[in-house]
């Protein structure tokens, strides 16, 4: 049986909740106090997944350098032969 904090004196019960704003009449709620519009919102997991995927991608590309690199200059080096190929072909 739980008894009121107010009517016992006591402040150091953990079940209670301190709050310093005023109480609102349009509260959904009683005793809880809903946040205003000028407090930002922060998604924590969200922020969390953003930052281990740019972490991911950096090491990803890091490890596929000694495979991207060659490909991409072997691409270059077959546009810029074509024309000497085709020229040999014919």
Do not use: C
Not at 32 to 41: A, G, K
Not at 58 to 63: D, G, K, M, P, Y
Request: proline fraction near 9%; hydrophobic fraction near 50%.
């Amino acid at each position: 049986m739980q008894t009121d904090p107010q009517q016992t004196g006591r402040t150091d019960d953990p079940t209670t909740v301190v709050t310093t704003a005023a109480p609102h009449t349009d509260d959904p709620v009683p005793g809880v106090v809903s946040p205003t519009s000028d407090s930002i919102r922060v998604e924590a997991r969200g922020a969390a997944l953003a930052i281990l995927v740019v972490i991911a991608f950096v090491f990803a590309l890091q490890w596929a350098q000694k495979f991207f690199i060659p490909l991409a200059f072997g691409i270059v080096i077959a546009y810029t032969l074509n024309p000497v190929v085709a020229w040999l072909e014919s």
